[in-house]
């Protein structure tokens, strides 16, 4: 997912700064880290993964938001400049999660029959989905260095290496939408005075729900 993630970005961020970004996220623990503690993804890659899958989703929503009614079933053409902004929400939008994973033993369930067979007879439980034993597996905890918000953070950190506009820093900064604490208002007029933000919010949902729950429950 690396190289998807490096193709669909030099084909499509070329603005100045984009360079010493890619640079800096190949530097940093970025393809390596988690989407999450426990939720999606929550595995090596997992935040690129997601990356990839969300800015899939801004495309293919953009394309459909924006064609003209008036030939129904013709996908819309996003110009260069679109096609940049949505990379650029798309892929960068989760970037404040750079260096927050850290690694630690967890205790989890595991009812694999093989196991519970070779366990011993004090180490077996039983619960609604039937016998079970705890294991030590390697996990996953949040832990922020610099604390500066959510979508604000990758703002912040994207601002640093090259310039957003004023729809894509919105867009990044309110990705999260209502789910955000104390952001249902100010989130619900961001989306009114900038169609990507909602656009982003929705793809960021599709992604998370849609693409990657087969994925957590297998």
């Known amino acids: 997912m ?7 970005y030099k084909e499509n961020i070329r603005r100045p700064g984009a360079e010493k970004l890619l640079t800096w996220l190949e530097s940093s623990d970025f393809f390596e880290a988690p989407a999450s503690t426990r939720f999606h ?14 800015y899939e989703r801004l495309l293919r929503l953009y394309k459909v ?8 079933g013709t996908p819309y053409l996003p110009t260069d400049e679109e096609l940049e902004s949505i990379a650029i929400c798309g892929l960068l939008h989760d970037i404040c999660k ?3 994973y850290k690694s630690e033993p967890k205790n989890q369930k595991t009812y694999d029959p093989e196991k519970v067979k070779k366990a011993q ?12 034993i705890w294991e030590t597996v390697m996990g996953y905890k949040f ?8 979508g604000e953070k990758s703002v912040y950190i994207v601002s640093a290496f090259m310039k957003l506009t004023r729809e894509e820093a919105v867009a990044i900064r309110f990705h999260m939408g ?9 989130a619900g007029k961001a989306f009114e005075q900038c169609s990507i933000a909602a656009l982003l919010h929705i793809a960021d949902m599709m992604a998370t729900y849609l693409d990657e729950v087969d994925d957590e429950e297998g």
């Open 121 to 132: 007879k004090w180490q077996i439980k039983h619960d609604a989905l039937g016998d079970f």
């Open 143 to 150: 832990d922020e260095d610099f604390v500066y918000g959510h």
């Open 65 to 72: 938001e924006k064609a003209n009614p008036a030939y129904p």
């Open 2 to 8: 690396k190289d998807k993630f490096i193709e669909i």
């Open 178 to 186: 209502p789910w955000q604490d104390g952001e249902k208002q100010n």
């Open 41 to 54: 993804l929550s595995r090596p890659g997992g935040l690129v993964e997601h990356s990839v899958h969300v």
């Open 98 to 100: 750079v260096g927050c």
